[in-house]
């Protein structure tokens, strides 16, 4: 971070030079040299870490053998946990938006060995009043999902 640092300080120092030494020269018939040498100086600055070599790999680098199995396991149990929350998210809103009231809605994704998700159980508790959407839930949690949805229906009092 202090690499990059130092680097945002001398191109705001060339470019405050920069502009000192265009105010001072202002005759108008070597404009196209000094834009010139101005911009080719900005440049330099601008470009100096590359001319040194980058070294971002001591702030911003991760290395691979201090990631655990544990750490895989919990970061594709987390991406699990997300879809399965955004997917609950996305069929209350559909649900909703067709005006159907429901108490709860729980979505939980089968997946496949190569990870993609196979199959989403969705269950859906609705109040006696709404025992006869059934069709109405189905197809609105199809719409959302498609045809991979094996949509459960709880009637509660």
Excluded: H
């Amino acid at each position: 971070m202090e690499n990059i640092n130092s680097w945002a300080v001398s191109v705001s120092v060339c470019s405050v030079i920069v502009c000192i030494a265009e105010t001072l020269y202002p005759d108008a018939r070597y404009d196209k040299v000094k834009r010139f040498v101005i911009g080719s100086l900005i440049l330099c600055a601008i470009i100096q870490p590359l001319k040194d070599g980058i070294n971002i790999n001591s702030d911003f680098s991760l290395k691979l053998d201090e990631v655990s199995q544990a750490d895989v396991n919990d970061m594709t149990q987390l991406r699990y946990d997300y879809t399965e929350k955004m997917i609950t998210r996305a069929v209350s809103r559909k649900l909703e938006e067709n005006g159907i009231s429901v108490q709860s809605v729980l979505a939980e994704a089968v997946y496949s060995e190569d990870d993609a998700v196979q199959n989403v159980k969705v269950t859906v508790n609705i109040p006696v009043s709404e025992k006869n959407s059934g069709s109405k839930i189905r197809r609105a949690v199809s719409d959302v999902i498609g045809e991979k949805a094996d949509v459960r229906i709880n009637v509660s009092d």
